[in-house]
T-cell receptor
Framework: QQKVQQSPESLIVPEGGMASLNCTSS?????YFWWYRQHSGKSPKMLM?????GEKEEGRFTVHLNKASLHTSLHIRDSQPSDSALYLC???????????FGTGTTVSVSP | AQTIHQWPVAEIKAVGSPLSLGCTIK??????LYWYWQATGGTLQQLFY??????VESVVQLNLSASRPKDDQFILSTEKLLLSHSGFYLC?????????FGEGTRLSVL
């Protein structure tokens, strides 16, 4: 069973629109969460991190975390074509023994 | 700043041939190191984890092995490649900080 689940599987967003991505862990051994962005053919780059309950904003990106439900979400406002990519949620498992990635959400921003 | 160098950038190999991929980390001592595999368009599957020289933990069995001969080096290998080994191999270091990935090695097994 996948310990980190992401939804939706894919998303089409108009340029300038808002994209909302979700990630949930089914295992309480997952503590930290990170969001990564991976452009086609490239390696993943860390986009946002969140460790405490609440919200964190960096530019056009906002991340939320609810530790009780092990749910995190990423919101991209004013989406740009360069935001088209695979977005991966990663959870740190058992203190770093494993870094578990979700199945990803493919975001396509249409001009 | 920490950097990760992976080699080679890409490989085309025949089924049944051996393979060795490498990863070197600079700017961080005793890093936690990971090997990941990614099928085209898929998620990242963790293969191995190492916290120190000589210690490697296998996460999934894919007829691959890993070794950590030096503090800053992580090697992935197999004696006999399968078609299913094709994909994108990524080395990463992490722990408390966000995992940092190398640029990856793209492997095609024919």
């Amino acid at each position: 069973q996948q310990k980190v689940q992401q939804s939706p599987e894919s998303l089409i967003v108009p340029e300038g629109g808002m994209a909302s991505l979700n990630c949930t862990s089914s295992d309480r051994n997952v503590d930290y969460f990170w969001w990564y962005r991976q452009h086609s053919g490239k390696s993943p780059k860390m986009l946002m991190s969140i460790f405490s309950n609440g919200e964190k904003e960096e530019g056009r990106f906002t991340v939320h975390l609810n530790k009780a439900s092990l749910h995190t979400s990423l919101h991209i406002r004013d989406s740009q074509p360069s935001d088209s990519a695979l977005y991966l949620c990663a959870g740190r498992y058992q203190g770093g023994r494993a870094l578990i990635f979700g199945t990803g959400t493919t975001v396509s921003v249409s001009p | 700043a920490q950097t990760i160098h992976q080699w080679p950038v890409a490989e085309i190999k025949a089924v049944g041939s051996p393979l060795s991929l490498g990863c070197t980390i600079k700017g961080k001592s005793s890093p936690n190191l990971y090997w990941y595999w990614q099928a085209t368009g898929g998620t990242l599957q963790q293969l191995f984890y190492s916290i120190t020289v000589g210690q490697v933990e296998s996460v999934v069995q894919l007829n691959l092995s890993a070794s950590r001969p030096k503090d800053d080096q992580f090697i992935l290998s197999t004696e006999k490649l399968l078609l299913s080994h094709s994909g994108f191999y990524l080395c990463a270091w992490g722990g408390q900080q966000a995992p940092l990935f190398g640029e990856g090695t793209r492997l095609s097994v024919l």
